[in-house]
């Protein structure tokens, strides 16, 4: 399993855009980004997944470049209930989901 | 939006005690999982189950672990003599396929404290 860089912690405020971004250079070429979301005291949530180029939802935006060494989840204009620990994975589809790696994750803190 | 439950939301024991904890996965999915979480660390792999079996486990999953399906819609797991180290928040999850690139859907968790 490919391993993923992040930086511990993150501070932002209300109403701006917030951009995380995972090193992942060992990436293989069937590999999928995933992220997710955690709350104190709540499972991880699926926010976004992507394989190339630029994946959009209703929550979020993923942008990952042409050598796909790197993606940066996008969070438009970020409420203080966003503050949570955001997780970037990478797994392909001969992995077992189940054993994807949880790293240290993200700590977004947004103020007011 | 269909949701992994996890009962109880809080288990208190005490050491050597076995403790079964609970989780109703999503209704379609086949592929169910257990995580641990200790407080203020990472979540870990503890085991996958597929078609009545298991998987794969991790180190954690030791002989103290076991994990079963025992009707359509529980998926439990069991510690059988719990020690202080187990106290932790434990997540179940399941998918609707195998592969890495399935989102993981997880319940909010059991916290498990051993004293």
């Known amino acids: 399993l490919a391993k993923t860089t992040q930086p511990i912690s993150m501070d932002s405020y209300e109403g701006q855009e917030v951009n995380i971004t995972c090193s992942h250079n060992n990436i293989a070429t069937n590999d999928y980004i995933t992220w997710y979301q955690q709350f104190p005291s709540q499972g991880p949530r699926f926010i976004i997944q992507?394989?190339?180029t630029k994946v959009t939802n209703e929550v979020a935006s993923l942008f990952i470049p042409a050598d796909r060494k790197s993606s940066t989840l996008s969070l438009p204009r970020v409420s203080l209930s966003d503050t949570a620990v955001y997780y970037c994975?990478?797994?392909?589809?001969?992995?077992?989901?189940?054993?994807?790696?949880f790293g240290d994750g993200t700590t977004l803190t947004v103020k007011p | 939006e269909p949701e992994v439950t996890q009962t109880p939301s809080h288990q208190v024991t005490q050491m050597g005690q076995e403790v079964i904890l609970r989780c109703v996965p999503i209704?379609?999915?086949?592929?169910f999982y257990w995580y641990r979480q200790i407080l203020g660390q990472k979540v870990e792999f503890l085991v996958s189950f597929y078609n009545n079996e298991i998987s794969e486990k991790s180190e954690i999953f030791d002989d103290q672990f076991s994990v079963e399906r025992p009707d359509g819609s529980n998926f439990t797991l069991k510690i059988r003599s719990t020690k202080l180290e187990d106290s932790a928040m434990y997540f179940c999850?399941?998918?609707?396929?195998?592969?890495?690139?399935?989102?993981?859907?997880f319940g909010n968790g059991t916290r498990l404290t051993v004293t």
């Open positions: 999850a399941s998918t609707s396929y195998r592969a890495g690139n399935s989102p993981l859907h």
């Open positions: 209704s379609n999915h086949l592929y």
């Open positions: 994975l990478v797994g392909d589809d001969n992995t077992n989901a189940g054993k994807s790696t």
């Open positions: 992507g394989y190339k």
